[in-house]
């Protein structure tokens, strides 16, 4: 399930056990602090926290007898374990008789940012799981103007997208952001120029700009972007490593007969992400994006060889981008 059905779910009441998994890292504390809220009392002796890279073989001993153990006064005991990914022969021998009978007095809490091997518990049928990557840019959108509206700030839905955009759907950035603008605009409008000035674009998000110039041959927004990158504490091969990850991810894209999903899901793109890497590949072609990701390996190879400085081998991508590569 998604992480806004964990509200409702919550509302029906307690699971036994809630697996909070994905990476942002907003969703999965707010996910937690929900179900403790709903569930917890006297957390001074009802609630222990385990850290699961320790819980290996007989060191799961500790957590099941926690997870067995009563609550002091209380209808439910609530036992959190991070970064949990038990291997499965640990799951089978301790884990799989817990969950198969496991304590109606106790709400286990499993927070994870996923991305490592182990037994894959959210096909548990005693899990509940809930999805806490991040969201697309029309749910966060749609999150930050309710979130201003409550706050008595007027947005439209053009600066909310701009918010999502600039802290790249990353939730936890987007609250802070969110709430620094509803102090400073409580009870007024909040336009795009606010949202320019006050909001702190993600260095990701200008790399994303540096390379949406370049289907449309913007040569001055392009290198406007790349001085601000280069002041602000990136460096060249920082941006000859975004161009070529564009150029590799764009000709994947243009080689490609399968469907939109099943390449964000090889890339780690939204489909949305694909669809717009379509339409630049179209623009810029495929022999151009090829040649460029010759090149620019190559540049990239000529710095740690020597033969180049990370400023010059910039600069001779920079040229190739903007006035080679279609004649080669």
Not at 26 to 33: A, T, V, W
Not at 109 to 130: C, E, H, M, T, W
């Amino acid at each position: 399930m998604k992480y806004t059905e964990l509200k409702n779910s919550i509302a029906e009441g307690a699971k036994q056990i809630y697996l909070l998994e994905g990476d942002d890292a907003y969703f999965r504390r707010h996910g937690e602090e929900q179900i403790k809220s709903a569930f917890l009392q006297m957390p001074e002796l009802n609630y222990s926290v385990f850290d699961g890279e320790s819980l290996k073989g007989a060191a799961l001993t500790a957590l099941v007898s926690t997870i067995k153990s009563f609550p002091f006064m209380a209808e439910k005991r609530v036992v959190k374990v991070t970064e949990f990914y038990p291997s499965e022969s640990d799951y089978e021998n301790y884990l799989k008789p817990l969950f198969s009978d496991f304590p109606p007095t106790t709400v286990l809490i499993i927070v994870n940012s996923g991305g490592k091997k182990g037994v894959d518990l959210k096909r548990k049928p005693q899990v509940a799981y809930f999805d806490c990557g991040r969201t697309d840019r029309e749910a966060v959108a749609k999150w930050v103007y309710i979130t201003l509206r409550r706050a008595k700030v007027a947005a439209s839905v053009a600066v909310c997208e701009s918010i999502a955009d600039y802290c790249l759907c990353d939730m936890s950035r987007v609250a802070v952001e969110v709430e620094k603008l509803s102090l400073c605009k409580s009870g007024g409008e909040l336009t795009l120029a606010d949202v320019d000035e006050l909001v702190y674009k993600d260095a990701d998000y200008r790399l994303y700009e540096l390379t949406n110039a370049i289907p449309r041959r913007d040569f001055n927004k392009f290198c406007l972007i790349a001085d601000e990158l280069l002041k602000k504490g990136g460096d060249e091969i920082y941006i000859l490593n975004g161009l070529f990850n564009y150029y590799k991810n764009l000709l994947t894209v243009c080689a490609s007969d399968e469907s939109n999903a099943a390449l964000a899901a090889q890339l780690k793109m939204k489909e949305f992400g694909v669809k717009k890497s379509r339409e630049q590949a179209d623009m810029i072609g495929e022999k151009r994006l090829a040649n460029g990701v010759s090149y620019i390996y190559a540049r990239i190879a000529d710095i740690k060889g020597g033969k180049l400085s990370p400023q010059g081998a910039l600069q001779s991508v920079i040229n190739e981008i903007f006035f080679g590569f279609k004649d080669k």
